[in-house]
């Protein structure tokens, strides 16, 4: 109360107001003497006024806040809260702000600036809310390849988040946009610069993003030349030696080869080998001539072709086989060669030949170790047979020892009893 001498003054909202206030101290029981007062004047100060600015919305790209706080009567402020940092430091008013990577993902920093420096006022606060959106999210799509004979490609971007626009752009020369660059699923028609260049870069730019940064995203479009095949020349093998090694080439804008056949025959070990052996059917050997075509994987799907021709196989026929006498080795030959070859070769034996072993109706000349073997097998075996495989067939010669014959002894007998009784 107002007689205690250390009361505790509480001003009215109109002292604050007007800016001060008279405090009388009068003394009291003070018996034959007269009251005596003194006054103390109280002046009021005003508030410190703290405003931290308004409320933001900036971009997750482009985070950076710019503060814009302000103290009057206090001499500065400071700022806190947020997990960001302040730049130069947090008791610059205007400092800028950078948020966290946790403030950016979950979209939101609220600041707080208290003023400083508040003589006998207490400290004032206010805060601030500052909102971060999602940057956008830009797709181009995926990396295309497409063919020197078909320039025209097909886009399909994506905008989304804070914007649903872009615009393409090329880094090639003389390309266009159809309809225009602004459509999202666009067609670029790439120019003759761009397909001598052998690739294109498309960006495409978001459009309208407000508070945020532009977002681009890139695709590549390669330019495959035209394709080339080369199945190589054309090949003679023989009916029993027909597997042909083939030797095909691709090039351009070719990536695989596959081979196939206008006969029945396989590829070994794949038909996407270049160089892959043709093994030809019996059917392909039977007609002669198969043609093998290599396609090249490519835009224009080019195509070369070799024709493989399969020559008879040759056929040799020694003769049936014979039995001769020991007292006759001179054994006559009737060789046959006919097909890829019409000469041949007898071999085996320890005789001789006459004229001589490349003679198909030649005459064998058994020897002596001949006779004692009592059996020989001679081949006849084709020559100058080109690309086929040897051909032989053989000749079983038996030798029949010679024949012993007994007649008995003489004998005598009388005319009137001649019947003989033999006994060989």
């Given at each position: 109360?107002?007689?205690?001498?250390?009361?505790?003054?509480?001003?009215?909202?109109?002292?604050?107001?007007?800016?001060?206030?008279?405090?009388?101290?009068?003394?009291?029981?003070?018996?034959?003497?007269?009251?005596?007062?003194?006054?103390?004047?109280?002046?009021?100060?005003?508030?410190?006024?703290?405003?931290?600015?308004?409320?933001?919305?900036?971009?997750?790209?482009?985070?950076?806040?710019?503060?814009?706080?302000?103290?009057?009567?206090?001499?500065?402020?400071?700022?806190?809260?947020?997990?960001?940092?302040?730049?130069?430091?947090?008791?610059?008013?205007?400092?800028?702000?950078?948020?966290?990577?946790?403030?950016?993902?979950?979209?939101?920093?609220?600041?707080?600036?208290?003023?400083?420096?508040?003589?006998?006022?207490?400290?004032?606060?206010?805060?601030?809310?500052?909102?971060?959106?999602?940057?956008?999210?830009?797709?181009?799509?995926?990396?295309?390849?497409?063919?020197?004979?078909?320039?025209?490609?097909?886009?399909?971007?994506?905008?989304?988040?804070?914007?649903?626009?872009?615009?393409?752009?090329?880094?090639?020369?003389?390309?266009?946009?159809?309809?225009?660059?602004?459509?999202?699923?666009?067609?670029?028609?790439?120019?003759?610069?761009?397909?001598?260049?052998?690739?294109?870069?498309?960006?495409?730019?978001?459009?309208?993003?407000?508070?945020?940064?532009?977002?681009?995203?890139?695709?590549?479009?390669?330019?495959?030349?035209?394709?080339?095949?080369?199945?190589?020349?054309?090949?003679?093998?023989?009916?029993?030696?027909?597997?042909?090694?083939?030797?095909?080439?691709?090039?351009?804008?070719?990536?695989?080869?596959?081979?196939?056949?206008?006969?029945?025959?396989?590829?070994?070990?794949?038909?996407?080998?270049?160089?892959?052996?043709?093994?030809?059917?019996?059917?392909?050997?039977?007609?002669?001539?198969?043609?093998?075509?290599?396609?090249?994987?490519?835009?224009?799907?080019?195509?070369?072709?070799?024709?493989?021709?399969?020559?008879?196989?040759?056929?040799?026929?020694?003769?049936?086989?014979?039995?001769?006498?020991?007292?006759?080795?001179?054994?006559?030959?009737?060789?046959?060669?006919?097909?890829?070859?019409?000469?041949?070769?007898?071999?085996?034996g320890n005789g001789t030949y006459t004229p001589d072993a490349n003679t198909l109706n030649a005459v064998y000349h058994a020897n002596a170790a001949d006779s004692i073997a009592g059996h020989i097998t001679l081949v006849l075996t084709a020559t100058n047979i080109g690309l086929c495989a040897p051909v032989s067939d053989t000749l079983e010669i038996n030798i029949l020892p010679a024949g012993i014959v007994n007649a008995g002894p003489d004998q005598t007998f009388c005319a009137n009893n001649a019947n003989v009784v033999l006994n060989g």
């Amino acid at each position: 109360n107002n007689s205690v001498l250390n009361a505790t003054y509480t001003p009215s909202a109109a002292e604050i107001t007007a800016g001060f206030v008279n405090l009388i101290l009068t003394t009291t029981g003070n018996g034959t003497c007269n009251a005596v007062s003194d006054t103390m004047k109280i002046t009021y100060t005003p508030k410190p006024v703290v405003s931290a600015g308004a409320n933001q919305t900036v971009c997750a790209n482009n985070p950076n806040i710019t503060l814009n706080g302000s103290v009057t009567v206090a001499s500065g402020g400071i700022w806190s809260g947020g997990l960001g940092t302040y730049n130069p430091n947090n008791t610059t008013l205007n400092a800028v702000y950078i948020p966290s990577a946790v403030e950016i993902t979950q979209g939101y920093a609220d600041l707080t600036l208290t003023s400083t420096g508040n003589g006998t006022c207490n400290s004032e606060s206010d805060s601030v809310h500052f909102t971060i959106t999602p940057a956008p999210v830009v797709m181009a799509g995926p990396d295309q390849i497409i063919c020197v004979d078909d320039l025209h490609v097909n886009l399909n971007g994506y905008v989304a988040g804070v914007t649903t626009t872009g615009i393409w752009s090329s880094g090639g020369t003389g390309g266009t946009f159809t309809p225009n660059a602004s459509t999202l699923n666009a067609v670029y028609n790439a120019s003759s610069a761009d397909s001598t260049a052998g690739s294109i870069t498309l960006v495409l730019t978001s459009t309208g993003n407000g508070n945020c940064l532009p977002v681009s995203d890139t695709m590549i479009v390669n330019i495959l030349p035209t394709g080339t095949a080369n199945a190589g020349p054309d090949q003679t093998v023989c009916g029993n030696n027909a597997n042909a090694l083939m030797s095909g080439s691709i090039g351009g804008g070719a990536t695989i080869g596959t081979w196939s056949s206008s006969g029945s025959g396989i590829f070994v070990p794949t038909n996407t080998n270049l160089n892959a052996v043709y093994v030809p059917s019996q059917v392909d050997t039977a007609i002669v001539s198969v043609t093998l075509t290599l396609t090249a994987n490519s835009c224009n799907m080019i195509q070369d072709q070799m024709l493989l021709t399969i020559t008879d196989a040759p056929y040799v026929n020694a003769g049936n086989d014979i039995t001769v006498c020991v007292d006759n080795l001179d054994i006559p030959l009737n060789g046959h060669v006919s097909g890829a070859s019409t000469t041949g070769q007898w071999t085996g034996g320890n005789g001789t030949y006459t004229p001589d072993a490349n003679t198909l109706n030649a005459v064998y000349h058994a020897n002596a170790a001949d006779s004692i073997a009592g059996h020989i097998t001679l081949v006849l075996t084709a020559t100058n047979i080109g690309l086929c495989a040897p051909v032989s067939d053989t000749l079983e010669i038996n030798i029949l020892p010679a024949g012993i014959v007994n007649a008995g002894p003489d004998q005598t007998f009388c005319a009137n009893n001649a019947n003989v009784v033999l006994n060989g």
